[in-house]
């Protein structure tokens, strides 16, 4: 099947972790679970799809050095992995997910993490992760953020959903529509998270910075002219509502894995 379209972070690849921030500790007790789920201390190698700056690939590749593959279509994300761990731990290629460069059965696990929103053939990347795991022993895991969205963000969304600004995802409506997709083939579990929540302080500059600067990916369809009212309208209700510039939000945060094995 011919690819479709998708979106990358290649122009935003700056300011990518400052709008994604987990704490390390909770980062290495994903990667503890990435790693069990997918028996790394068996030598097997490990795929994070879409591996942006490397958030989950660089502290995996801490205890499973050589054995952890990143791809992404955007060089300057996968680029600023090597702020975060040695050169060489991490395999990197530039790929489209919907075609992996990878032969049949190649890998014990896959993640993909906040990437089925972005492309326009969503299930042809499953496949394609389907037919780069090994036959019925490896598993795909798909991480998912939830909460932790400031007020402001919140209030910049409502504001374009209503001036009809707001375009529909590109790829995938959401992870209910996922996981329906994938029930018809897979086994999908929800696995045990309790230790994957987080609490964060934010200031509200920081978040008006990242709006400015378009940080996030549904905002890039928006017109200038009407991000530069959207953004006006969002600096004035942050004023009314938090009063100082210095002003912080207290923002909690949960990561949801769920790991999905085709018998
Ligand atoms: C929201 S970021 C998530 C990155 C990483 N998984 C994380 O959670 O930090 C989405 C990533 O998917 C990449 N991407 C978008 N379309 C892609 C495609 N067709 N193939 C590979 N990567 C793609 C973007 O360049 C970006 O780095």
């Not at 028996?39 to 994070?48: P, Q, R, T």
């Not at 053939?121 to 090994?134: F, G, S």
């Not at 504001?159 to 997709?181: F, K």
């Not at 890039?220 to 509502?241: P, V």
């Amino acid at each position: 099947m011919t690819p479709g379209r998708y979106q990358s972070f290649e122009s935003v690849a700056g300011d990518y972790d400052l709008t994604r921030v987990i704490p390390d500790a909770t980062l290495t007790e994903i990667a503890r679970i990435l790693a069990r789920e997918a028996h790394l201390e068996a030598g097997g190698l490990f795929l994070d799809g879409g591996v942006g700056t490397g958030r989950f690939a660089a502290p995996l590749a801490q205890a499973y050095p050589a054995q952890i593959v990143g791809t992404d279509i955007s060089p300057a994300m996968m680029a600023r992995i090597s702020r975060k761990t040695a050169p060489g731990r991490i395999a990197l290629a530039q790929a489209d997910l919907q075609r992996l460069p990878f032969t049949d059965g190649a890998f014990a696990g896959a993640l993909l993490v906040h990437i089925l929103h972005l492309i326009e053939l969503w299930p042809l990347v499953l496949t394609e992760i389907r037919r780069v795991l090994i036959p019925k022993t490896g598993v795909l895991l798909l991480g998912i953020e939830m909460g932790g969205r400031s007020a402001l963000v919140d209030f910049y969304y409502e504001l374009a959903r209503t001036r009809a600004l707001l375009p529909p995802s590109l790829g995938a409506a959401g992870i209910p529509q996922v996981l329906a997709h994938l029930s018809h083939t897979a086994q999908v579990e929800t696995l045990e998270t309790l230790r994957l929540a987080w609490r964060r302080v934010v200031p509200t500059a920081r978040t008006l910075e990242a709006l400015s600067r378009r940080t996030y990916s549904q905002m890039w369809s928006i017109s200038d002219a009407a991000h530069q009212e959207l953004l006006a309208e969002t600096q004035s209700f942050a004023h009314r509502t938090f009063r100082r510039s210095e002003a912080v939000e207290v923002l909690k945060s949960r990561f949801v894995l769920y790991t999905v094995r085709w018998p």
